[in-house]
């Protein structure tokens, strides 16, 4: 397995900018996430899903969208790219959702908005 | 709501003596709880959990984490840091769905050879 696979490695947008962070996971797990890491603030959820076509938001998902169409794919849209938006995305996975399940994560996506 | 508070940015121990990562929580029902641990350029590794079973929660590589429930803490131990421990941790706390985790704002562990 390859387990939780992000795409791209690195990124630099202008401010405006639309684009698309690709995570896909091959284990069946059917709930997903979405966090951003900053300096100092730990990481904070974007947006999750618990399966496939049912997403929910989560702590800081202004500017951001998400669809869930296959178990295996959960991709990040930035609609107009913001240089708050400079950040660390992570994506992750667990088995099953509402159990508070182990979450495996995928390597990051680094991600600059000048 | 539920958040976590990590009480220490930077934790420095030589090699061989005990690691404490302090970690405290609120929420207004009884929470899961982690700690995940993030190498430099890396994504973020479970070391332990606990989700209501033993207050007493053994990890990998030799930590373990006592949920006090009297105290909102579960802090992370270690008797013997090892090089390899130096990393980034992070407290974990669900919410009651099971479905958002909030995150500490991490420890940075140094190991002095």
């Known amino acids: 397995n390859a387990g939780v696979t992000q795409t791209p490695k690195f990124q630099v947008l202008k401010t405006g900018q639309s684009m698309t962070l690709q995570c896909a996971q091959d284990?069946?797990?059917?709930?997903m996430s979405w966090y951003r890491q900053d300096p100092g603030m730990g990481l904070r959820l974007i947006h999750y899903s618990v399966g496939a076509g049912i997403t929910d938001q989560g702590e800081v998902p202004n500017g951001y969208n998400v669809s869930r169409s296959t178990t295996e794919d959960f991709p990040l849209r930035l609609l107009s790219a913001a240089p708050s938006q400079t950040s660390v995305y992570f994506c992750?996975?667990?088995?099953?959702?509402?159990?508070?399940?182990?979450?495996?994560f995928g390597p990051g996506t680094r991600l600059t908005v000048l | 709501a539920q958040s976590v508070t990590q009480l220490d940015s930077h934790v420095s121990v030589s090699e061989g003596t005990p690691v404490l990562l302090r970690c405290n929580y609120s929420?207004?029902?009884?929470?899961?709880l982690f700690w995940y641990v993030q190498h430099p350029n890396k994504g973020l590794q479970l070391l332990l959990k606990y989700t209501s079973a033993a207050t007493l929660v053994k990890g990998i590589n030799g930590f373990e984490a006592e949920f006090k429930k009297s105290e909102t803490s579960f802090h992370l131990t270690k008797p013997s840091a090892h090089m390899s421990d130096a990393a980034e941790y992070f407290c974990?706390?669900?919410?009651?769905?099971?479905?958002?985790?909030?995150f500490g704002t991490g420890t940075s562990l140094t190991v002095i050879p």
């Open positions: 974990v706390v669900s919410d009651d769905t099971g479905n958002q985790f909030y």
């Open positions: 992750a996975s667990s088995p099953t959702q509402g159990a508070a399940d182990t979450q495996y």
């Open positions: 284990m069946n797990h059917e709930y």
């Open positions: 929420s207004s029902y009884s929470p899961s």
